[in-house]
């Protein structure tokens, strides 16, 4: 009704319609315009955020700036360097640490005048680190992460800014190193009966062949002990050549015509970074108290004589790359003696020993899983080349097969029938388990020792060495010295391990370690049990990183007769392994520039030549022209200017020169300068020096050298003039000048009698810092005037 | 019979209902117009604030280079934007001496007119 009547209704309809248009288009209007100011609030506010974000670009480039203040070259100074990764992960910790960097909270200025934005950096991460080993930089990338607030008229939120940037430093080849008892580029060379000793540690670059393909090593130097020579270094040994004893077919004989055996010995108290241990002649050994490091072999190559590791042996090198395409640049352990000497009684009681666990990453000869050369000669690429397919037993040899009562470490199968579609090293399992023993080494056989005393040691190694050369091979089969516990033995290896007197061959059947393999079932005594690994592979799960180095720990912890460990040691070597291991990484590097003070080594391949070469550059100082050596040359020639009494240079001296009547005062301290390497320096009293010398330091019988050494050497240019400090006179070894390196010519320093050199050792092991020249240079201060020792601080500190 | 009706209507609107009805006109279109108009300017502005940020953005990364590139008189003199509509001043502030090589500067963003229309603070990094 009502409804007819408004549609029908003519009056009154205008004014509902139009408030109802009206109210539509003011809604209209109404949104409109909230939208608009809705629009017009939000772009502010994007400005705003602007701002919060200028605010966090300006709290980075302000880090920035901190963090380059931070690496300035004279706030670097007091981090210690122990390779590329390492000072790097050192570097952003030292960020992480300054407090006004990381999770300071700082106002900036933004938007209008006044106006203060609050920043903070979250974190500093590292991201990348390169190491540009041409112009010596690492180059390490920083993950910046800010948060900043802003509150004005809007609220901008924590906004976060990340920026990722690159810095460099120069790689800190160490200006001024710490001084050692012996810092030397020539070889240290010990000969005739004598018994002498250096307390502190020793740095020696040494000798090296001139073709390092080829395989004989007895062209090396380093620390070499021989005829008769016993040295005792109480400290640390880093060298780039080998730590050894003996000259190869030596041939000295007696007064009735006789072989007379060589009988040196090396002992170190504390670790070995080398090359490698290696023993030539009769009767000779080397002892490391504590850990050996290696870049070759350790091997054995002497009658009757001992290598022995009392802690860790750590085999670095993978024989991976260039420089791993001759045996020597892969680390192993290798009794090769009875092979060289035709299985002759002396050659039998010839042995290897570690006390601890046994890190191999290398192998005698580098083969793959089917045994073949994994780096052929060059030009012998074919299958069927018999130098390309001789596959061995790795890693640790020899073997002692018992039909044939005859050593391997190469056992001849044909690799294109024998073993088609197996795994070379499971055929060996498989076909040899029984057969095979290995009596060269002996891993984890005796307790290590923890006193490191004289007195101690010495009873101690001459029961080990006794029970090490123990009758040959035949008897020990069946009376073997004392077998280590099941639980004991630990270590790593790539494929088979000829120790104890058996064969731990891998485990061909476990593919699951990521890379990782492990000595596994032993033929003959063992069980299965026996490897500590087991478990691992019972599990049949992979074998992950924190595993091992938890295995690890827990062995330390578990072998209470160690030394008190240095825990940073194992924390820095245990990753770097790992990464070894994994290929992330070059491990070896930190350990090498260890021993390269003065010089660094590189395999080279000439253009044209196909025979590798060996090239010795003096390290350089960083964004100089000199290097390090010349660099103390300099700088001590210098102090003659001082006109102190106590400042001896001796360069124009004529021959050789008698230090006793030069510093002849034994209550004074002395900086002997010597600049003309013909000039051999001459100690038989004592006498309490720093020296220099271009050429070569002989001590005698009576020397007793309170102090240290800085000695190059004699180089040879066509002959043995020159200083081994100039470019391109560091002698490389072969036929034509060997005997300049058996008789002691081209070393830096010789000892020809029984004699002392009295530095320091480092504390504990060769991370630590080293002590020696602060306390020496105190004594010197207290004899000396004040002036001189002031300026020895300022270029050895 | 409307059409007639109205054909027929002889009164027509008196002087009272034509001023009734302008006023209310005046009364609701007033408002609607204002608030198109006032939507159009915000619109405008709105534009504008977009380039602005935008311009902002530009100007902030060319002083950053600038400076890091230490072309300092360039950064000083060279600021003309005047075919987006704009131009900026920087002025440098006194250095932060816990922060080496670090350039503090205020920039104002104008408009051809000289109006003031965004101002920020920058902290910038350079080598030296």
Not at chain 1, 181 to 205: C, H, P, Q, R, W
Not at chain 1, 332 to 360: D, T
Not at chain 1, 403 to 423: C, L, M, V, W
Request: with cysteine; hydrophobic share 35%.
């Amino acid at each position: 009704m009502k409804k007819n009547l408004l549609w029908k209704s003519k009056k009154g309809i205008s004014l509902p319609m139009i408030l109802i248009v009206i109210t539509v288009v003011l809604s209209m209007v109404v949104t409109l315009l909230s939208l608009s100011v809705q629009q017009l609030k939000t772009i502010k506010s994007d400005n705003h955020i602007e701002h919060t974000y200028f605010a966090g670009d300006s709290m980075i480039e302000m880090t920035i700036s901190k963090i380059y203040s931070f690496l300035d070259p004279t706030n670097l100074n007091s981090i210690p360097y122990n390779g590329y990764q390492d000072y790097a992960e050192r570097i952003c910790a030292g960020l992480n640490n300054e407090p006004d960097i990381v999770k300071s909270k700082k106002s900036i200025n933004t938007g209008a005048s006044g106006q203060q934005a609050i920043s903070i950096v979250k974190s500093l991460d590292l991201v990348e680190v390169v190491l540009d080993d041409v112009n010596n930089k690492i180059r390490f990338k920083l993950r910046i992460n800010t948060s900043t607030d802003y509150h004005t008229g809007y609220k901008s939120g924590s906004k976060e800014t990340i920026a990722i940037k690159e810095f460099e430093v120069s790689v800190p080849v160490d200006k001024k190193p710490k001084l050692a008892a012996i810092n030397s580029i020539g070889d240290l060379v010990a000969t005739g009966a004598m018994e002498s000793t250096i307390t502190g540690d020793v740095k020696v670059y040494g000798s090296a062949p001139k073709e390092p393909v080829k395989v004989e090593q007895e062209f090396y130097g380093g620390i070499f002990s021989q005829r008769d020579a016993i040295l005792r270094i109480e400290g640390n040994a880093f060298v780039r050549s080998f730590i050894r004893t003996g000259i190869k077919d030596d041939d000295r004989v007696n007064a009735l015509n006789e072989i007379v055996p060589d009988n040196s010995r090396i002992y170190i108290t504390k670790s070995a970074i080398a090359q490698g241990l290696h023993s030539f002649g009769y009767g000779s050994f080397i002892y490391v108290h504590k850990d050996a490091y290696t870049f070759d072999d350790v091997e054995m190559n002497a009658e009757d004589s001992a290598i022995i590791i009392n802690r860790n042996l750590f085999a670095l090198e993978d024989g991976a790359g260039t420089q791993g395409k001759f045996h020597d640049n892969s680390s192993a352990m290798v009794n090769s003696s009875p092979l060289y000497f035709l299985n002759s009684e002396g050659s039998l009681k010839s042995r290897i020993v570690v006390n601890g666990p046994v890190y191999l990453n290398g192998g005698t000869f580098r083969v793959n899983d089917n045994g073949l050369l994994l780096y052929p000669p060059l030009g012998l690429t074919a299958l069927g080349d018999i130098n390309y397919g001789q596959p061995q037993i790795e890693d640790g040899s020899i073997g002692w097969y018992m039909e044939e009562e005859a050593p391997y470490y190469t056992k001849f199968e044909d690799p294109n029938t024998d073993f088609i579609g197996k795994s070379y090293h499971a055929y060996m399992y498989d076909n040899d388990k029984d057969k095979v023993r290995g009596y060269g080494n002996l891993i984890q056989a005796f307790d290590q020792r923890t006193d490191d005393r004289d007195s101690a040691i010495k009873p101690f190694i001459d029961v080990m060495v006794k029970n090490a050369m123990k009758d040959g091979y035949s008897d020990a089969i069946l009376s073997f010295i004392d077998r280590p516990s099941d639980k004991k033995i630990m270590g790593i290896t790539d494929y088979e391990i000829a120790a104890n007197g058996t064969m731990y061959f891998m485990d061909t059947n476990d593919e699951s370690i990521s890379g990782l393999k492990r000595p596994t079932s032993t033929a003959g005594n063992y069980s299965d049990a026996y490897l500590n690994y087991q478990k691992i592979h019972k599990n049949g799960s992979g074998y992950t990183k924190q595993q091992w180095i938890d295995d690890w720990n827990n062995a330390i912890d578990g072998t209470k007769d160690w030394d008190s460990l240095d825990q940073n040691a194992y924390t820095k070597i245990i990753p770097a392994i790992f990464n070894k291991l994994t290929g992330d990484n070059d491990t070896s590097g930190p350990l090498y520039e260890l021993t390269e003070q003065f010089v660094k080594r590189t395999v080279t391949y000439p253009v044209g030549s196909a025979k590798a070469g060996v090239q010795h550059d003096l390290v350089t100082i960083p964004g100089e022209s000199t290097n390090i050596f010349s660099s103390y040359n300099k700088e001590l020639f210098d102090l003659e200017s001082l006109n102190d009494p106590y400042f001896k240079n001796v360069s124009s001296e004529a021959g050789p020169v008698d230090l006793s009547t030069i510093a002849n005062e034994t209550d004074k301290y002395y900086v002997i300068y010597n600049n003309t390497p013909e000039n051999d320096l001459i100690i038989n009293s004592k006498i309490n020096a720093l020296i220099f010398t271009t050429g070569r330091v002989i001590l005698r019988d009576g020397g007793d050298l309170r102090g240290c050494i800085i000695a190059a050497g004699k180089g040879y240019d066509g002959g043995v003039s020159g200083s081994q400090s100039e470019a391109g006179k560091i002698p490389k070894i072969d036929s034509t000048n060997y005997d300049y390196l058996n008789d002691g010519t081209f070393a830096g320093v010789k000892f020809e009698g029984s004699a002392k050199i009295n530095f320091a050792p480092r504390d504990n092991d060769w991370s630590d810092p080293e002590t020696a020249p602060d306390v020496f240079f105190e004594e010197f201060a207290l004899s000396n005037s004040p002036a001189l020792v002031s300026k020895l601080k300022t270029i050895f500190n | 019979m409307s059409r007639k009706l109205l054909r027929s209507n002889k009164k027509g609107f008196s002087l009272v209902e034509l001023i009734i009805t302008v006023t209310l006109l005046v009364t609701v279109l007033l408002p609607i117009s204002i608030g198109f108009i006032s939507a159009a300017a915000i619109n405008k502005q709105s534009k504008e604030q977009l380039k602005l940020n935008s311009i902002t953005r530009i100007i902030k990364e060319e002083v950053v280079d600038k400076v890091q590139s230490k072309d300092l008189n360039n950064v000083i003199d060279n600021t003309d934007h005047s075919s987006e509509g704009y131009k900026y001043d920087v002025t440098f502030k006194p250095d932060d001496p816990n922060y080496q090589n670090v350039a503090i500067c205020e920039v104002k963003i104008k408009n051809l007119s000289g109006k003031v229309m965004n101002v920020f603070d920058l902290s910038i990094y350079y080598q030296e």
